[in-house]
């Protein structure tokens, strides 16, 4: 696997080439993607960028977890073939002011909860897709939302690339797989389970007691019931499927 920190240095396209677009702190949700992409491309590219706009003021940007080295054997023994690491002027260069906004569907819940998180989502996005031009991008169930708003893009703006989503990987205690998990202490941790018996069960009331910013149906292609709540400094979203598979 190589590591490459500059879009210059990426290599030229050997057939098909699949992105998985990522923040690092990389666990099996990440490894999902990294494999569902190895099986459908001749190359497999993993973007490892921790991205300021899509993060608020007052936000997790700082604690946010980093450990390269740990991600990069990671991603190698999944498959990996470049592990993309670009510097914030190569996607922010000075004088940066182009953003895209999809609105609809990136203003409720999450969007309305975090404004300007899928501004920030998607214009990174966008300019992965441009510098590393994939014929296929891996995205998690986990974020549906965010899925939701990539395919929206991608069909808005006719981005040529397809769009494909992978299940939402889990603990076995159900708790879906998160980089922020890592934070929970062992009581908070028992206590953020409500959120996945919750959404099982469709039953917000197992919610009772924690701080709910939502807990709601919403049309996603699938659809969905998503929530998001807090548990001590963390904030932890997740969802389940109502119908259909992941498109
Ligand atoms: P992140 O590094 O948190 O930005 O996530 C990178 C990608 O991994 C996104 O497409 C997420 O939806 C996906 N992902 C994160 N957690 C999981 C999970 N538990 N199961 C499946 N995909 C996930």
């Not at 608020?56 to 740990?70: M, V």
Request: with cysteine; glycine share 6%.
């Amino acid at each position: 696997m190589r590591i490459v920190r500059s879009a210059a240095d990426l290599p030229p396209a050997e057939g098909s080439v699949g992105l998985a677009p990522t923040m690092g702190a990389f666990h099996e949700g990440h490894l999902s993607l990294f494999r569902a992409a190895r099986a459908e491309n001749d190359t497999v590219v993993a973007s490892l960028f921790i991205n300021p706009a899509q993060f608020a003021a007052g936000e997790d940007l700082e604690r946010y977890p980093r450990d390269e080295d740990r991600d990069a054997q990671l991603a190698e023994e999944a498959g990996v073939d470049v592990l993309f690491v670009p510097a914030l002027e190569e996607i922010y260069p000075p004088g940066f002011q182009t953003w895209v906004e999809v609105e609809k569907v990136g203003s409720v819940l999450e969007g309305e909860h975090r404004p300007g998180h899928f501004r920030g989502v998607a214009t990174v996005c966008l300019k992965l897709f441009n510098l590393v031009r994939p014929d296929r991008a891996y995205f998690g169930q986990k974020d549906a939302q965010q899925a939701a708003v990539i395919k929206t893009m991608v069909r808005d703006l006719a981005v040529p690339v397809e769009i494909r989503v992978c299940p939402t990987v889990r603990d076995d205690d159900g708790l879906a797989l998160s980089s922020r998990n890592a934070s929970l202490s062992p009581e908070e941790r028992e206590i953020a389970l409500a959120l996945p018996r919750a959404l099982h069960a469709h039953d917000r009331s197992l919610l009772n007691g924690l701080e709910v910013d939502y807990f709601e149906e919403a049309d996603f292609g699938p659809r969905v019931l998503a929530a998001a709540v807090r548990v001590g400094k963390n904030r932890l979203i997740d969802n389940v499927v109502l119908e259909g598979e992941p498109r």
